[in-house]
């Protein structure tokens, strides 16, 4: 079976509310997919229907080639985790995953490497009701690598998690991609997903409005654009329109020139001995290629936000 | 830690089919991993024995060896009653004009009028029958009788005719069969006729004498060759129960019939020539006045006689104090809505946190989680029953008879079926909470549903409504299925009240489990279908 995700034109509405708007698109396995989007755009209700918890409207979600739903022991293909808090507050760690290492044909056996391998040996056997935000995650993917799966869905796996555990769950995810397994994780802060994801699929309004890699992603939103900063502005822009670029003022007395890498800016204004104070590449963080791109689509915004909350 | 949680692949490993045995582990494990479920079901076993034990020791029974002697108490009051053929405890006090019949042969009469006397107020004293009202009681029966002896508890077989129940032909105090409608009188008597041949002994009646029809027929096993058959007439206590919302108060006390015989006919051999009149069944097991007489004149015979033939009831109109084997288990209710919480929250659990979606996650055939949910319950929930009511009966009836209470005597597979069908009361109760459970997914209102659907009708039911109305609930609702418990059937050839305090139900035991059973099918239907057809 081929470690993949295909989800085709799902539709689905909740009453009045549109969730799932025609959502399609495929995670390949070795690499970490990114499923990145605002609150409300359909994630949490697309990783339901992959995994036949919710029924949609039209479309079809596949799991190596197959419904979810019809896979023997499912857990053995794909371990998911929607909700850490999802827990009988007076079972233990061990209970929890015990019953669910059961229910998969499991040994006990199994259910005692994955507690020492998610590092909660020492709190096992205790209630889970008390466990911390940051434990009941650990003990949420350790459910999902009980079936040791070649397919993992997390859904928001960083939320509250410590720098430290959001350190080891980007490792962690890093290497599961590593080992040709396919990985589908959601979250609603792009930067969560800098240096864990390979691809993107960003989504809005219960559909996707960019599926690509992420580094065609940065290279389409920088867009070649450079700054600059001179005394000189008419000898600079004679020279820089000479050699084909465009040239706008930018409101702070800045140049910003499209068409040309900074390197070329740089070469072509020291021939024509144009003194400058500074040549900049317009830097694009991963956030910001993501809000260009979700500015259409996002359905509620907080309108001036110092850090934007998407 | 890395990559710590990838273990090796293991290529040989090939998923099987799951089964629902993986189901049903995983369910168990979850159940037992909770440790207020575990406490909530012991708890609920040791509610059940300790009110079933300090409701059989509370029983107060006090009673005078003569009058005005001392009180006593405890054993020394345990009346004792005869045994019928079929082992129950039976009343069996008559007046019987009685002649040996040797080998086959019949015997037949006509029963030119009958007629009665009662105490409505339920008064006795020095004359019984002063101050008594003119008229029958329902089950006031003359008629012919063949016995195997006059020892009370004796196999007979009998054809007669009642108060208001027409004419009856009854064998071994619980069978009855019904033959003619309409009372005996001067202007429509009846005839009625008893054939012995070997051990079947078959009884006819007639309006006219000349057109007979057949009432029933019966084989009395290993009956004697000669047996005593004659002119019997009995009639029991007049019980009237006055019933108001929230209580019901019962008073009567013996009645008097008597009835004159015509036109008799014998066949076979009959060495004797006249009728002997013998007061049978007196004592302190006898509802009867004890005052009963046989007056010969030429070609007639007039009989008059108190008391029953017929199986012994509880409650109201019993001869002393008189208990059933399942009385131990009066606590059940309570132990059940313990299970029935546990039960519903079993599901509903699920629903509050988002777990349910683990479990949907981990087995997606839907019908399989519930089957699984419902099986594991049920099954705990059986152990739990059958803990209690073993316990709740082994401590509880030796309480009872040391308060001199007589237990009615049943069966072995009587009390195997109280012990394991209060048991299997208990699982499918729970079994239907789970239902519950699955269709309203939030706990208060669950069990809130649960206990008022299965609980509630059968404390209502043993407490404030009105006979009539607890009758009906007691077949319709979840509530009928506490019939399981009831070791002495209803007969209705017994003028009893319908109470499940005294241990009578309307429906026979499997009937009202039935009940319960398929109630408990419409529940996990509705959970079936919601459960599949709703997002989780």
């Known amino acids: 079976m081929e470690a993949t995700i295909e989800v085709t034109g799902l539709r689905k509405r909740f009453g009045a509310a549109l969730a799932l708007d025609g959502m399609s698109f495929t995670v390949q396995p070795g690499q970490v997919t990114g499923f990145v989007g605002p609150n409300g755009a359909g994630k949490s209700t697309t990783m339901r229907v992959i995994l036949g918890l919710d029924a949609p409207e039209a479309g079809r979600a596949l799991v190596g080639g197959r419904p979810y739903a019809s896979l023997p022991y499912p857990m053995r293909y794909l371990g998911s985790l929607l909700d850490a808090g999802a827990l009988q507050p007076g079972r233990s760690a061990r209970g929890h995953l015990l019953w669910l290492a059961f229910s998969q044909g499991l040994t006990a056996q199994r259910v005692d490497e994955v507690i020492e391998q998610a590092g909660l040996s020492t709190v096992a056997r205790r209630r889970a009701g008390g466990f911390s935000l940051g434990m009941r995650q650990r003990l949420g993917v350790a459910a999902a690598m009980l079936g040791d799966p070649m397919i993992l869905m997390l859904d928001e796996p960083f939320n509250g998690l410590d720098p430290e555990g959001i350190v080891w769950m980007r490792g962690f995810l890093r290497s599961l991609a590593r080992q040709g397994r396919a990985v589908l994780v959601s979250s609603h802060l792009m930067s969560e997903l800098e240096d864990t994801a390979d691809h993107l699929v960003v989504v809005g309004r219960g559909r996707v409005v960019a599926d690509t890699s992420v580094a065609a992603l940065l290279a389409a939103a920088a867009g070649g654009r450079v700054t600059l900063r001179t005394a000189a502005v008419p000898e600079a822009v004679t020279a820089l329109d000479r050699a084909g670029a465009a040239v706008a003022a930018s409101g702070d007395g800045a140049l910003t020139i499209s068409g040309l890498p900074a390197e070329r800016v740089i070469t072509l204004l020291s021939q024509a001995g144009v003194p400058f104070s500074e040549v900049s590449g317009h830097r694009v963080t991963l956030e910001q290629a993501y809000l260009d791109l979700t500015r259409e689509a996002v359905e509620f915004r907080a309108e001036p936000a110092p850090e934007v909350a998407l | ?536």
Not at chain 2, 57 to 84: D, E, M, W
Not at chain 2, 104 to 127: D, E, F, H, M, P
Not at chain 2, 216 to 237: D, E, K, M, N
Not at chain 2, 315 to 337: H, K, M, N, R
């Open chain 2, 1 to 536: 830690m890395s990559s710590g949680l990838i273990a090796p692949r293991r290529p040989g490993l090939r998923p099987d089919r799951a089964s629902f045995a993986q189901a049903l582990r995983a369910e168990w494990v979850k159940f037992r991993t909770v440790r207020g479920w575990v406490i909530a079901m012991i708890v609920a076993a040791l509610i059940t024995v300790f009110l079933g034990i300090f409701a059989a020791g509370n029983l107060s029974i006090g009673c005078q060896s003569r009058p005005n002697g001392p009180v006593l108490t405890g054993r020394a009051c345990t009346p004792h009653f005869p045994i019928g053929p079929d082992g129950e405890a039976v009343v069996d006090s008559y007046y019987f004009a009685h002649q040996t019949l040797t080998g086959n042969g019949s015997i037949t009469v006509r029963v030119a009028s009958l007629t009665g006397l009662y105490s409505s107020n339920g008064k006795g004293g020095q004359n019984p029958l002063a101050g008594m009202t003119k008229g029958l009681v329902p089950w006031a029966k003359a008629g012919i009788i063949v016995t195997d002896g006059m020892r009370p508890g004796s196999a007979y077989a009998a054809v007669m005719v009642t108060g208001a129940h027409g004419v009856r032909m009854q064998d071994n105090y619980v069978h009855d069969t019904a033959g003619l409608t309409g009372q005996a009188t001067a202007t429509s008597p009846r005839w009625l006729r008893l054939i012995r041949s070997g051990d079947t002994i078959t009884g006819y009646d007639s309006a006219d004498g000349s057109h007979w029809s057949l009432v029933g027929s019966t084989v009395l096993t290993g009956l004697r060759h000669s047996v005593q058959a004659g002119l019997f007439v009995t009639s029991p206590i007049y019980t009237v129960t006055a019933q108001s919302f929230g209580s019901s108060t019962t008073h009567g006390g013996p009645s008097q019939a008597t009835a004159a015989f015509d036109d008799i006919s014998r066949r076979g051999t009959w060495p004797a020539k006249a009728w002997i009149g013998t007061e049978v069944g007196t004592g302190a097991a006898s509802p009867g006045t004890g005052i009963g007489y046989v007056r010969v004149t030429p070609g007639a015979v007039t009989v008059s006689g108190s008391g029953d033939i017929a199986p012994l009831a509880t409650g109201p109109g019993a001869s002393g104090p008189v208990s059933v084997f399942e009385q131990p288990l009066t606590g059940l209710f309570a132990g059940l809505i313990a299970i029935v919480v546990v039960a519903a929250m079993f599901f509903t659990v699920e629903y509050r946190r988002g777990l349910i979606r683990t479990t949907l996650a981990a087995s997606p055939r839907r019908g399989r989680v519930l089957a699984a949910k419902a099986t594991v319950v049920g099954a705990v929930a059986f152990v739990v029953g059958l803990v209690a009511s073993v316990l709740a009966i082994t401590l509880g009836l030796p309480r009872q008879r040391n308060q001199g209470s007589y237990v009615l005597p049943a069966s072995m597979l009587t009390e195997l079926r109280v012990i394991v069908g209060t048991a299997a009361l208990v699982a499918i109760t729970a079994v239907m909470a789970v239902a519950i459970g699955a269709i309203l997914r939030r706990s208060a209102a669950a069990v809130t549903a649960a206990i008022v659907v299965i609980v509630l009708p059968f404390l209502l039911a043993v407490t404030v409504l009105p006979v009539s109305v607890a009758a009906w609930v007691l077949r319709l609702t979840p509530a009928a299925g506490f019939a399981i418990e009831q070791s002495i059937p209803h007969y209705p050839q017994v003028s009893s009240v319908i109470s499940p305090a005294d241990g009578s139900y309307p429906l026979p035991p499997w009937g009202g489990f039935a009940v319960l059973c398929a109630w408990a099918v419409v529940a996990l239907a509705g959970a079936y279908v919601l459960l599949r057809r709703r997002d989780a």
